[in-house]
């Protein structure tokens, strides 16, 4: 039996703009890893076995029969390693029994959620895992394929995304990313492409392109103790798109515009841009939400970036609505007295800092 054992990290994320416009061809969007983890724990087992002990699900075996998995017990919350692992399997054929082990570290020990991307941690940790222990093990050393395959495997789990949290958790920093072609991805996936071919595959418009933080730019995270169900509020931004096709249009353009300024000024290593492009990103986000009726800057996350206002510059952060808010300052003497109007408004200081790694293997 298989004596190797491996331990795999994959950080989490947060949005920093272009949320919501990243679903659209040509969007770009600046997103990041942070420095809270999801880890696998895999070694050789005598059959197939998980444990996520922190979502009370242990001891759970699973079959295969004709690449498809079939677990001990029935739990919606297992749909992400169902199919991570069918997509593995598709890619690299069926390998000898593991005993997979998760914990995660991107919510709080009393339970409260960040939203920081447990699912897309998830994905990139254990596809890794599985490609580390596979007879295919150089993969796991490409983050090119490994957020390939976990884009598929996405896409089969849930049917649409811009993936943007895969690549962060892949990549690690500060990243430009635009999404790919979900509609080619989906189109390949009907016709039944393999998934080895898909991997060689050049995907439409897809760019991950690292960026460097400039020195005078400090980055804080503020935690609203509210959480957002995401799905509904994407859906009725989505709706614009057939009832009001002119002004969502025109929000496309304006993320695009304050996404671009903000690119300029991490390329340029100025913060001036940073904190134009963020607060035109925001302008762009509350009109679409008053505009699809979705609450994206919530009150508490207004407190959040009004508390920035003659400091930098704040936003939402991801689908908006609770979780997270974010702000830019170039005087670090200014984060203390930021944290300080947060706490007065009833907002968390998150001590959550940038990963500057992507997936690692221990």
Same mark, same amino acid.
């Not at 039996?1 to 331990?7: P, S």
């Not at 998995?69 to 890619?91: C, G, M, P």
């Not at 994905?123 to 007879?135: D, I």
């Not at 025109?250 to 607060?279: C, K, N």
């Given at each position: ?28 969007? /600046? ?65 000898? *029994? ?15 959620? #960040?939203? /920081? ?8 940790? @254990? ?15 490409? *983050?090119?394929?490994?957020?390939? @395959? ?58 991950? +392109? ?21 799905? *509904? ?11 009001? *096709? ?6 496309? &353009? ?10 300029? %000024? ?12 963020? +607060? ?44 997270? %808010? ?13 944290? &300080? ?20 293997? #221990?």
């Amino acid at each position: 039996m298989n004596a190797e054992r491996y331990m795999v990290r994959a950080p989490g994320k947060l949005f920093v703009a272009g949320e919501y416009a990243v679903t659209e061809p040509k969007q770009d969007s /600046l997103i990041i890893a942070v420095d809270r983890y999801l880890s696998v724990d895999i070694q050789a087992n005598r059959s197939n076995r998980l444990d996520l002990p922190q979502l009370k699900l242990t001891d759970i075996s699973w079959k295969l029969d004709e690449e498809k998995v079939t677990f001990s017990v029935q739990d919606q919350r297992l749909n992400f390693i169902k199919h991570v692992i069918e997509t593995f399997i598709a890619y690299a054929g069926e390998q000898s *029994p593991v005993h997979i082990f998760v914990t995660s570290e991107l919510d709080d020990r009393s339970g409260k959620k #960040y939203g /920081l991307g447990s699912s897309a941690a998830l994905s990139v940790a @254990l596809m890794t895992a599985l490609l580390k222990f596979s007879t295919n093990s150089q993969a796991a050393k490409d *983050p090119l394929t490994i957020f390939k @395959l976990a884009s598929i495997a996405h896409f089969k789990a849930q049917g649409n995304g811009s993936c943007a949290d895969i690549a962060a958790s892949t990549y690690g920093g500060w990243l430009n990313y635009r999404s790919f072609d979900s509609d080619w991805l989906i189109a390949q996936l009907n016709q039944a492409q393999s998934v080895s071919a898909l991997v060689q595959s050049d995907w439409p418009d897809l760019k991950i +392109t690292p960026l460097k933080q400039p020195e005078e730019l400090h980055f804080l995270i503020g935690w609203t103790k509210e959480s957002a169900q995401t799905a *509904p509020m994407v859906a009725k931004v989505r709706n614009l798109k057939t009832e009001q *096709p002119e002004r969502y249009q025109a929000f496309l &353009q304006d993320s695009q515009r304050a996404v671009e300024q903000i690119i300029t %000024g991490f390329q340029q290593g100025e913060v001036e841009p940073i904190f134009a492009g963020i +607060t035109a990103n925001r302008a762009a986000l509350k009109m679409i939400g008053t505009e699809a009726g979705v609450p994206i800057e919530s009150p508490a996350l207004t407190k959040l970036i009004e508390a920035v206002s003659t400091h930098g510059a704040a936003k939402t952060s991801g689908a908006g609505g609770g979780d997270c %808010g974010i702000a830019f300052v170039s005087d670090p003497a200014d984060c203390e007295h930021i944290y &300080q109007l947060w706490t007065k408004a009833g907002i968390d200081p998150l001590d959550i800092h940038v990963s500057t790694d992507g997936v690692v293997i #221990y």
